[in-house]
């Protein structure tokens, strides 16, 4: 079965420390990872996908496929980073449905 | 850019109301999803289609139902509303990569 495991309810840190949102999962094949953001008043977005290796707005993430991790991580946070954040996983390709954690909100604070 | 519009984004209805909440997606895509957010509980799947008048179980589908009568159009249905349907509903849409409308915030009384 699918499973994401998103351990932190709560992050919160200070304008210009380092961040990392941990995301665990659960899945037999090759899954396709990503992080989703919610910003306040705002609809869920992606943020980024691992395929696609990209930094965003700062952001990376790596798949760690020995750990079944794919936390994300930021050098140095920024007040407007403050927001929603949920990893999700589907199955190889991206064509099976979308299985979400359960979030993590982080503040970052001044 | 990809527009996912739902209906209405406040809703209150009484308890055994039947209530409609709908998803409409301008980017031809086939897969559309019914997602419930909860605080604590995150997303999850009520429905999903991956075509028209296709549809399959997500998560947590009890107490709902769904309709896809045209590819871009999505319903959700509640056929007898309780509370514990109180809840934002994500419509969604997409393939690998989600487009998420606003949401709809239903009250049940």
């Known amino acids: 079965a699918q499973r994401v495991t998103q351990p932190e309810k709560l992050l919160s840190v200070f304008k210009g420390a380092p961040v990392e949102l941990k995301c665990n999962y659960s899945?037999?094949?090759?899954?396709?990872l990503f992080w989703y953001v919610q910003y306040s008043r705002q609809r869920l977005q992606l943020l980024l996908r691992h395929i696609s290796r990209e930094s965003i707005k700062g952001f990376t993430a790596d798949l760690n496929k020995g750990e079944t991790s794919f936390h994300l991580k930021k050098p140095f946070a920024q007040e407007e980073d403050s927001a929603m954040y949920y990893c999700a996983l589907s199955g190889a390709g991206g064509s099976e449905k979308l299985v979400f954690g359960k979030g993590t909100k982080l503040t970052v604070n001044p | 850019d990809v527009k996912v519009t739902q209906s209405s984004r406040y809703l209150v209805k009484r308890t055994g109301e039947k209530v409609f909440l709908e998803c409409v997606q301008d980017m031809d895509h086939e897969n559309m999803f019914w997602y419930r957010q909860d605080p604590g509980l995150g997303l999850r799947l009520i429905y999903f289609?991956?075509?028209?008048?296709?549809?399959e179980k997500g998560d947590i589908p009890e107490g709902y139902s769904v309709s896809r009568e045209k590819k871009e159009r999505f319903s959700l249905i509640l056929e007898s509303a309780s509370t514990n349907q109180t809840s934002m509903y994500l419509c969604?849409?997409?393939?690998?990569?989600?487009?998420f409308g606003e949401g709809s915030r239903l009250t049940v009384l």
């Open positions: 969604a849409s997409g393939d690998g990569e989600l487009f």
């Open positions: 289609s991956y075509d028209v008048k296709m549809k």
């Open positions: 899945y037999s094949g090759s899954p396709e």
